[in-house]
């Protein structure tokens, strides 16, 4: 199976920040990774496809990147509706596999 | 717009039995496979299955496997998730998803999901 790995698993941020998130694959699964966005007692949304390409409807300060095994999920300025956790999964091969999930809290 | 709505959750003993259906509304639901993921209280997100748009193939976690099917009805635009043998640790929300894919294989990540349904192993 392939390990996904997010850090942090939690961070503090304010309003109008630049935020980061990591993501790193146990192996090569191309460009295969996708970002979702959970609030508390809702379902997942998904945010980011295929490591860079926005769904529609998704804020433009939401981005994806890549870079070999390792993926990158940044938020250009955190509005006070980004205050959620967020998950990498690959889509590569099957079982599909997630990441742990990184908590984004109100500084 | 597209809807999922699951039902069928509850609470069950330890080798027990349930069936989720997941009702899809808003899109044409025969050209899309679909998705099964849990998440446990607290914990982070399981993918469990999927099943082809044509119900030709479906695929699971080893975690399910032998004890959990897949299964759809695209008349009644449903799919279903039926669980047999549960265990203390399948005890999660169940959330359906739809796989962006039309008559494919699939592309492996969720585009839609519902809002999940409460499944409860305990004696």
């Known amino acids: 199976d392939i390990q996904m790995t997010q850090s942090p698993s939690s961070l503090s941020a304010s309003v109008g920040d630049r935020v980061t998130i990591t993501c790193r694959a146990s192996?090569?699964?191309?460009?295969?990774l996708n970002w979702y966005q959970q609030k508390p007692g809702k379902a997942p949304k998904l945010l980011i496809y295929?490591?860079?390409s926005l769904q529609s409807g998704v804020p433009s300060r939401f981005s994806g990147s890549e870079s070999g095994t390792d993926f990158t999920l940044t938020i250009s300025s955190l509005q006070p509706e980004d205050f959620a956790t967020y998950y990498c999964?690959?889509?590569?091969?099957?079982?599909?596999?997630f990441g742990g999930g990184t908590e984004v809290e109100i500084k | 717009q597209v809807q999922l709505v699951e039902s069928g959750g509850g609470v069950v003993q330890p080798g027990g039995s349930l069936r989720l259906s997941c009702g899809a509304s808003?899109?044409?639901?025969?050209?899309?496979?679909m998705h099964w993921v849990r998440q446990a209280p607290g914990k982070g997100l399981e993918w469990v299955a999927f099943?082809?748009?044509?119900?030709?193939?479906?695929y699971s976690a080893d975690s399910v496997k032998g004890r959990f099917t897949i299964s759809r009805d695209n008349s009644k635009n449903t799919v279903y998730l039926q669980m047999n043998s549960l265990r203390v640790e399948d005890t999660a929300v169940y959330y359906c998803?739809?796989?962006?894919?039309?008559?494919?294989?699939?592309?492996?990540?969720?585009?839609?999901w519902g809002q999940g349904t409460l499944v409860t192993v305990s004696s």
């Open positions: 999964q690959q889509s590569y091969s099957t079982p599909l596999t």
């Open positions: 099943i082809r748009y044509d119900g030709s193939n479906e």
């Open positions: 295929t490591a860079s």
């Open positions: 998803a739809k796989d962006p894919l039309s008559y494919g294989s699939g592309s492996w990540y969720f585009d839609y």
């Open positions: 192996q090569s699964i191309s460009s295969y």
């Open positions: 808003g899109f044409t639901f025969s050209p899309y496979g």
